[in-house]
């Protein structure tokens, strides 16, 4: 049983979410955390939290939502008995580079909220590594680095401070070198994720991506490593229940 520890989800994205739910199921997914990162897509996650047993949450707002967040609704939010933890939240210096301290700001709000409720944290960090571990190391909280892509040393630094890595389509993406960070990387430290609808998995880069895909991420993991995929799905999923408290 394999379990995807960030997606989206909305109607928006697809036609018909039964469908890919079943698809998921059918392809032994049988657990996905959907990650509500803006007001819209907050409420609609805790809706089909509600209507699919599958389905658990995190939610918190993403640094593009810096002059758009509300914490008092954010905290209502995480009432919700689905939530699993607190994310996407931290710095995109990518696209918001002119709003740095704003997003500093923003993320610390959340992290000291998560450390409220001592829920993990799901972490989004582009084109911001250092800052992103410098107020990383002002908590003491755990989590995991979603879309991991970075290098072994960042690799080993967050795992030093108690964080997983996410690790998904990229890995298999022939342009990519993340597949030599994870040959180094113990699984114990690696948990699985599409970021559906984004980052498809070779050979269907391109397509639409759901949590069907996590075998093929697995598999690939299991190349790199040279074992058999079911220690990687068992031990993805093993680290995955344990850090969400998934029952
Ligand atoms: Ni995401």
Do not use: W
């Amino acid at each position: 049983m394999y379990i995807d520890t960030h997606c989206h989800l909305s109607s928006e994205d697809y036609d018909d979410i039964d469908i890919v739910i079943k698809d998921n199921i059918e392809n032994n997914v049988s657990k996905i955390i959907v990650s509500g990162c803006d007001r819209k897509s907050i409420e609609e996650s805790i809706s089909l939290s509600k209507k699919y047993p599958s389905v658990y949450l995190t939610l918190g707002f993403h640094p593009s939502e810096v002059d758009n967040y509300d914490l008092d609704y954010l905290k209502e939010a995480l009432k919700n008995s689905k939530v699993v933890g607190l994310g996407e939240i931290g710095l995109d210096y990518h696209y918001g580079k002119e709003k740095k301290e704003k997003q500093k700001t923003l993320f610390r709000k959340q992290l000291d909220i998560a450390k409220s409720l001592n829920i993990p944290v799901v972490i989004h960090s582009r084109d911001a590594t250092l800052d992103t571990i410098n107020i990383l190391k002002e908590y003491n909280l755990k989590g995991v680095i979603h879309c991991f892509s970075g290098s072994l040393e960042t690799a080993k630094e967050y795992i030093k401070m108690g964080y997983l890595l996410g690790i998904g389509g990229v890995v298999t993406f022939k342009n990519s070198n993340l597949y030599r960070v994870v040959e180094k990387v113990s699984l114990e430290n690696i948990v699985l994720e599409t970021d559906s609808p984004y980052l498809t998995p070779e050979p269907d880069r391109g397509k639409k991506n759901s949590s069907k895909y996590i075998p093929v991420i697995a598999k690939k993991i299991s190349e790199v490593k040279k074992i058999d995929i079911e220690i990687v799905e068992k031990i993805t999923t093993n680290n995955a229940s344990k850090l969400f408290d998934l029952k």
